[in-house]
C-alpha cells in the first residue's frame, strides 16, 4: 500500500513539475513557500540559533551596516528589505520580505548564520570568508540592520540608493548629464553608446 502511494505521489508530483517547468519566474506555490521557509530554518545548526549579537546598537553600527547593506545586499533584497529588485525577481524562491515575521522572528544567530554561510538550492550566497568564524563585525552589524528594516524609513531608503552600486553605463550617463548641465558639449557617440546592450 505504501508503495502504491509513493508512486501515485511521484507521478503527480512529475505531472506536476512537466506542466510548470522550473522557471525561475514563475512564483511559488504555497506548499513551495512553506517548504522554503522550513528548509532556511533547517540550514542553520542549532548551535547557531543561541549566538547572541556582540555588537552593540548604536547609530554609527546602523549607519555602517546600512552602506554595507546598500552595496551587497539591496541587489537582490532591494533597499527596503522588500525582496523586489531586478535581481530578486528572477530568483527562485525569491529573497523574503525581510521586514516581515518569517525573517524578524528569526533569532540573531540565525541571521548571522545565514549571511554567513547562505542557504543551499536558493540565490543566497554564503558570505563568509570562513564558516567557523562566529566574530564577523559587519555581519554583526548587518543583522542589526536586517532589525531596523520594519521601521526603514523613505528617506534612509532615498539615501541608500546613492550608496547602491553603479554600472560602468550608469557611471557614464551621470558624467553626460554632468557635462551637459555644465555647458559642455555632448557628442552623437556618447548618446549612442548608451544604448548598446
Known amino acids: 500500500m505504501i508503495l502504491i502511494i509513493l508512486a501515485v505521489g511521484g507521478a503527480m508530483l512529475a505531472w506536476y513539475v512537466s506542466s510548470r517547468g522550473f522557471s525561475a519566474k514563475t512564483p511559488p506555490s504555497s506548499a513551495e513557500a512553506y517548504i522554503a521557509r522550513r528548509l532556511r530554518r533547517l540550514a542553520v545548526p542549532a548551535h547557531a540559533r543561541d549566538l547572541q549579537n556582540p555588537e552593540p546598537a548604536s547609530p554609527e553600527a546602523l549607519s555602517e551596516a546600512m552602506e554595507h547593506y546598500a552595496d551587497h545586499c539591496a541587489i537582490c533584497h532591494g533597499n527596503d528589505g522588500s525582496g523586489r529588485s531586478h535581481f530578486g525577481s528572477g530568483l527562485y524562491p525569491p529573497p523574503p520580505d525581510m521586514a516581515l515575521a518569517d525573517t524578524q522572528n528569526l533569532t540573531d544567530g540565525e541571521l548571522y548564520y545565514i549571511v554567513e554561510n547562505g542557504i543551499r538550492f536558493t540565490g543566497m550566497p554564503g558570505f563568509g570568508a570562513n564558516p567557523a568564524d562566529e566574530k564577523d563585525a559587519a555581519t554583526w552589524k548587518l543583522v542589526r540592520f536586517i532589525r531596523h528594516l520594519p521601521k526603514i524609513t523613505d528617506d534612509e531608503v532615498a539615501l541608500m ?21 555644465q555647458g559642455e558639449d555632448v557628442s552623437p557617440e556618447d548618446h549612442r553608446s548608451q544604448h548598446h546592450h
Open 161 to 181: 540608493t546613492t550608496m547602491n552600486p553603479k554600472s560602468p553605463m550608469d557611471l557614464a550617463k551621470e558624467e553626460r548629464i554632468k557635462k551637459f548641465l
